[in-house]
């Protein structure tokens, strides 16, 4: 089956070590998207790739980047986790923006920042 | 004004109880509307898209009205496996989707 996968599905660091959060999709789908979700609260997107064009969002803070080497793969880089940074973290992917296109999401991963 | 709106809950209904949900947006020009469902601690995943003419899937029906500019949940005959959150997400038809801050349903046995 086509699908979004994420790896690991739960990270632990310490404060201010840097991580890396992976993800994947065999969609093939143009647009890759990651997310920061908190406890009862809506995704935030962070920043977006259509295809190799990144896309940050404005107040997504500089601690956070991001790779897209292919289409397939997104990584997630947080340089120096805080203590507010523990989260869940969604890869989503979609076809090009259209009307009807909807999101595709991975199963998350959980950070927890020691 | 939040851009998209929904009564966070928590619904608490009996098994077998119908439920709506209802969400607002404030950007007219929206082309796309989703329901997503999201369980605890896990992704959220497609429960429907929201066709104009409203659409149906099972027990689920989902309604959207322009004017007005809200879309609708029903769920009929609700199973103690509805429980969860649903997340109202709607797009402009750019990369940009934006969620609600979800509706959580609690089917009481």
């Known amino acids: 089956d086509a699908m979004v996968i994420q790896n690991p599905r739960y990270q632990v660091t310490q404060f201010g070590k840097p991580v890396t959060l992976s993800c994947s999709q065999t969609?093939?789908?143009?647009?890759m998207y990651w997310y920061q979700q908190k406890s009862s609260q809506a995704p935030k997107l962070l920043f977006h790739?259509?295809?190799?064009?990144?896309?940050n969002e404005a107040d997504t803070p500089d601690n956070f980047q991001s790779r897209r080497p292919n289409t397939s793969f997104c990584f997630l880089d947080i340089r120096s986790p805080g203590l507010g940074d523990a989260a869940m973290y969604l890869c989503?992917?979609?076809?090009?923006?259209?009307?009807?296109?909807?999101?595709?999401f991975g199963p998350g991963t959980r950070l927890t920042v020691l | 004004r939040k851009e998209v709106e929904q009564d966070p809950g928590p619904f608490n209904v009996p098994e077998g109880a119908t439920v709506a949900f209802n969400c607002t947006y404030s950007?007219?020009?929206?082309?796309?509307f989703f329901w997503y469902r999201q369980d605890c601690r896990k992704e959220p995943k497609l429960l429907m898209s929201?066709?104009?003419s409203g659409n149906e899937d099972g027990r689920f029906t989902a309604q959207l009205n322009r004017a007005s500019q809200y879309i609708s949940l029903l769920i009929r005959d609700s199973k103690l496996s509805d429980s969860a959150t649903y997340l109202c997400?709607?797009?402009?038809?750019?990369?940009?989707?934006?969620f609600g801050t979800g509706t959580r349903l609690k089917v009481l046995a």
């Open positions: 929201v066709y104009s």
């Open positions: 997400v709607v797009n402009t038809g750019t990369y940009k989707y934006i």
């Open positions: 969609l093939n789908h143009n647009v």
């Open positions: 989503a992917t979609s076809r090009d923006p259209g009307v009807g296109n909807e999101q595709f």
């Open positions: 790739y259509y295809d190799k064009d990144f896309n």
């Open positions: 950007n007219s020009a929206s082309q796309s």
